[in-house]
């Protein structure tokens, strides 16, 4: 039995959920400036598809990479870290 290979997996905030079976994850890191040697915020956005549509703004999820679900979504949520309030 063939096993698969690692896939990506990364934690970030629902922005929007207003498709059906689908979410749009911002994930968020820090990049160092190469001149300035300052901290910079950079963010980017994920469509992810959420199956029984249990996601709703404002929420902490984890994402894993799949295979292309739609033009757009390349990504499932794996689990919801947090709900919010």
């Known amino acids: 039995m063939s096993q698969r290979g690692n896939r ?3 934690v970030g905030i629902v ?3 207003k498709m059906d079976k689908t979410v749009v994850v911002q994930v968020s890191h820090l990049v160092k400036h190469p001149v300035y040697n300052k901290y ?6 994920y469509k992810a598809h959420d199956e029984e549509n249990s996601c709703k703004s404002g929420d902490r999820v984890q994402i894993v990479e799949t295979r292309p679900l739609s033009k757009d979504k390349r990504w499932r949520v794996r689990q919801i870290i947090d709900r919010f309030e």
Do not use: A, F, G
């Not at 910079?40 to 956005?45: L, W």
């Open 8 to 10: 990506k997996t990364q």
């Open 15 to 17: 922005v929007s959920d």
């Open 40 to 45: 910079i915020k950079r963010s980017v956005k």
